[in-house]
């Protein structure tokens, strides 16, 4: 986009250790991560109000041209007491996990952990007071750039995704230039608390942990959604399951989908084609170019390896993003643009239906049985007379 000529920010919403560059995969923080936060924890004990993170961490990032920052608000003593609680019982639980997959999630999880001393709310908060910090840096560079009236575009992946489509919610009355025209999005997750490993977010929800207590779900905020909304998703996904947006429980009204107010709306499918050579997978990670940062152990189960961008990438996520900006196509209207003549994939509107797994069906009517007998055994031998 910016060798179009677009002004392009993409604001750092979280604290991680992600280096500048991304070849670079050693470091001595990364190798115990159940030491630093051991290490966190003894301190803001012994310290508490005296604490500063700062004098845990062993590296400080500068960046040579000089960035944009926002600082986020200082997290309290008791934040930082109950996150380094979590954590620590947490890298416990995945020293159970062996081989490769515990490892690599392990440092998954420790490349982004100190984001989780905030809440989504304050995510998206930061990337909007980094977008308005980074326009007004340019316009004091470029004068007639500040006085230029522009179309703004949203687009975000997995809960960045979810981001992007909370981005109006929380745009300030000083922020209007920064509505969106339209918001487009890649698998993103209808809740902060789905596409991240569910044993985190349960050991997080127990100790109450500034990220899991303030969630953004799409049910809740859906709602307030009026714009034009664009959903690009894999058949395949592993990780944020395409069921997540179009299925509904039986408790529930309406699917996650569904949720959104906006009647200029459409989710897109794309198709895996396993009958290619090489086989074409439609995972999680088309948005993504490149996974090299961690082990292929851990990509081969979250959905995909990637050395580089696949062909997802440019035919579906950024050919969509492409003609949505150019003005080509409005978010609802993409689907004829992803079907031409000798396009190597396939995109659809709806699902194709999925054989029916008998394994599950047999464990589910086995567990059934058995609590129905167990049932019949207790009201026969345990109802009083």
């Given at each position: 986009?910016?060798?179009?000529?677009?002004?392009?920010?993409?604001?750092?919403?979280?604290?991680?250790?992600?280096?500048?560059?991304?070849?670079?995969?050693?470091?001595?923080?990364?190798?115990?991560?159940?030491?630093?936060?051991?290490?966190?924890?003894?301190?803001?004990?012994?310290?508490?109000?005296?604490?500063?993170?700062?004098?845990?961490?062993?590296?400080?990032?500068?960046?040579?041209?000089?960035?944009?920052?926002?600082?986020?608000?200082?997290?309290?003593?008791?934040?930082?007491?109950?996150?380094?609680?979590?954590?620590?019982?947490?890298?416990?639980?995945?020293?159970?996990?062996?081989?490769?997959?515990?490892?690599?999630?392990?440092?998954?999880?420790?490349?982004?952990?100190?984001?989780?001393?905030?809440?989504?709310?304050?995510?998206?908060?930061?990337?909007?007071?980094?977008?308005?910090?980074?326009?007004?840096?340019?316009?004091?560079?470029?004068?007639?750039?500040?006085?230029?009236?522009?179309?703004?575009?949203?687009?975000?992946?997995?809960?960045?995704?979810?981001?992007?489509?909370?981005?109006?919610?929380?745009?300030?009355?000083?922020?209007?230039?920064?509505?969106?025209?339209?918001?487009?999005?890649?698998?993103?997750?209808?809740?902060?608390?789905?596409?991240?490993?569910?044993?985190?977010?349960?050991?997080?929800?127990?100790?109450?942990?500034?990220?899991?207590?303030?969630?953004?779900?799409?049910?809740?905020?859906?709602?307030?959604?009026?714009?034009?909304?664009?959903?690009?998703?894999?058949?395949?996904?592993?990780?944020?399951?395409?069921?997540?947006?179009?299925?509904?429980?039986?408790?529930?009204?309406?699917?996650?989908?569904?949720?959104?107010?906006?009647?200029?709306?459409?989710?897109?499918?794309?198709?895996?084609?396993?009958?290619?050579?090489?086989?074409?997978?439609?995972?999680h990670n088309q948005a993504v170019t490149d996974t090299t940062y961690f082990d292929d152990a851990l990509f081969a189960k979250l959905g995909g390896v990637k050395k580089e961008p696949n062909i997802y990438n440019?035919?579906?996520?950024?050919?969509?993003?492409?003609?949505?900006?150019?003005?080509?196509?409005?978010?609802?209207?993409?689907?004829?643009?992803?079907?031409?003549?000798?396009?190597?994939?396939?995109?659809?509107?709806?699902?194709?239906?999925?054989?029916?797994?008998?394994?599950?069906?047999?464990?589910?009517?086995?567990?059934?049985?058995?609590?129905?007998?167990?049932?019949?055994?207790?009201?026969?031998?345990?109802?009083?007379?």
């Amino acid at each position: 986009m910016a060798k179009q000529g677009y002004y392009v920010v993409f604001p750092d919403f979280q604290k991680s250790r992600y280096p500048d560059d991304i070849t670079t995969n050693k470091g001595s923080e990364k190798k115990h991560p159940l030491s630093f936060w051991l290490n966190i924890l003894s301190k803001v004990v012994s310290k508490w109000d005296k604490f500063k993170i700062e004098d845990s961490l062993l590296q400080y990032r500068r960046n040579k041209i000089g960035p944009v920052v926002r600082k986020l608000l200082k997290p309290t003593p008791f934040k930082y007491l109950r996150l380094s609680l979590a954590l620590v019982v947490l890298f416990l639980v995945i020293k159970l996990f062996k081989g490769r997959y515990g490892k690599n999630l392990k440092q998954l999880i420790y490349t982004v952990d100190l984001s989780l001393l905030h809440s989504p709310v304050e995510w998206i908060q930061q990337a909007i007071g980094l977008t308005d910090a980074a326009w007004k840096k340019l316009g004091q560079d470029t004068p007639n750039l500040a006085q230029s009236e522009f179309d703004f575009y949203v687009f975000g992946h997995s809960l960045g995704g979810l981001l992007a489509l909370s981005w109006p919610l929380y745009i300030e009355e000083n922020q209007q230039k920064f509505l969106p025209k339209q918001i487009l999005t890649a698998a993103p997750a209808p809740s902060t608390e789905m596409g991240i490993p569910q044993i985190a977010i349960w050991i997080l929800k127990m100790f109450n942990s500034p990220f899991t207590a303030k969630p953004i779900n799409i049910r809740q905020i859906g709602s307030r959604l009026i714009l034009p909304i664009g959903i690009l998703h894999g058949a395949d996904d592993k990780i944020v399951k395409p069921g997540f947006w179009m299925d509904r429980a039986f408790w529930q009204k309406t699917s996650n989908f569904d949720c959104i107010a906006s009647h200029t709306k459409k989710i897109y499918f794309s198709l895996s084609n396993k009958e290619s050579n090489p086989p074409l997978i439609a995972f999680h990670n088309q948005a993504v170019t490149d996974t090299t940062y961690f082990d292929d152990a851990l990509f081969a189960k979250l959905g995909g390896v990637k050395k580089e961008p696949n062909i997802y990438n440019g035919q579906y996520i950024w050919r969509g993003l492409d003609l949505v900006v150019t003005n080509q196509a409005d978010v609802n209207e993409l689907l004829d643009k992803f079907n031409q003549p000798g396009s190597l994939i396939e995109v659809t509107h709806t699902l194709p239906e999925k054989s029916m797994d008998f394994t599950k069906v047999a464990i589910a009517l086995l567990v059934g049985l058995t609590f129905l007998g167990l049932g019949y055994w207790f009201w026969q031998y345990y109802t009083p007379v």
